[in-house]
T-cell receptor, first 114, second 111 residues
Framework: NAGVTQTPKFQVLKTGQSMTLQCAQDMNHEYMSWYRQDPGMGLRLIHY???????DQGEVPNGYNVSRSTTEDFPLRLLSAAPSQTSVYFCASSSPRHGQETQYFGPGTRLLVL | SQQGEEDPQALSIQEGENATMNCSYK?????LQWYRQNSGRGLVHLILIRSNEREKHSGRLRVTLDTSKKSSSLLITASRAADTASYFC???????????FGQGTELSVKP
């Protein structure tokens, strides 16, 4: 199993551009989440999903969209990038319904918005 | 707002010493988890303790939970240089609930 994969690993955007951060997992986990990590801070939850077709907002959802059309994929869309969105983005998955409440994290995407 | 507050923010010790990190949280929880992050990498799960548990062990790790004080501690015994990393606590208010992370403790273990 590849676990949780994220692409790209690094991206530079100009203010106002849009892009999609990809996240995929091959563990058949129903829960998936997106976090951002800024220097000196922990992870802050952006959006999460408890299953295909179901998404909800986390602590810092503004400026981001998500959708969950399949169990495997959970893309994060930046609608109009801003310098404040410069961060490292992590995707994670888990399976609480099957007793697996721990989260498995991807390697992260480093985003720089100029 | 973040649920967990971790203390200390940074800790530097010598190899072989014990490292203790503390986490405080604000609301009632179902479980508390500890994660480790090596520089530039994703987080890796270390241990989960449920609200009805007081202590849990895993190898050189010992976690305690005091729900009356809304606090937890992570003890790493006989630390190694390879333990150098950031350590985060995260809480879930109910089973399967979203995790809220603390700001982390940066541990440096000098050989």
């Amino acid at each position: 199993n590849a676990g949780v994969t994220q692409t790209p690993k690094f991206q530079v955007l100009k203010t106002g551009q849009s892009m999609t951060l990809q996240c995929a997992q091959d563990m058949n986990h129903e829960y998936m989440s997106w976090y951002r990590q800024d220097p000196g801070m922990g992870l802050r939850l952006i959006h999460y999903s408890v299953g295909a077709g179901i998404t909800d907002q986390g602590e810092v959802p503004n400026g981001y969209n998500v959708s969950r059309s399949t169990t495997e994929d959970f893309p994060l869309r930046l609608l109009s990038a801003a310098p404040s969105q410069t961060s490292v983005y992590f995707c994670a998955s888990s399976s609480p319904r099957h007793g697996q409440e721990t989260q498995y994290f991807g390697p992260g995407t480093r985003l720089l918005v100029l | 707002s973040q649920q967990g507050e971790e203390d200390p923010q940074a800790l530097s010790i010598q190899e072989g010493e014990n490292a203790t990190m503390n986490c405080s949280y604000k609301t009632s929880i179902n479980n508390l988890q500890w994660y480790r992050q090596n520089s530039g990498r994703g987080l890796v799960h270390l241990i989960l303790i449920r609200s009805n548990e007081r202590e849990k062990h895993s190898g050189r790790l010992r976690v305690t939970l005091d729900t009356s004080k809304k606090s937890s501690s992570l003890l790493i015994t006989a630390s190694r240089a390879a333990d150098t990393a950031s350590y985060f606590c995260a809480t879930a208010e109910y089973q399967g609930g979203k995790l809220i992370f603390g700001q982390g403790t940066e541990l440096s273990v000098k050989p």
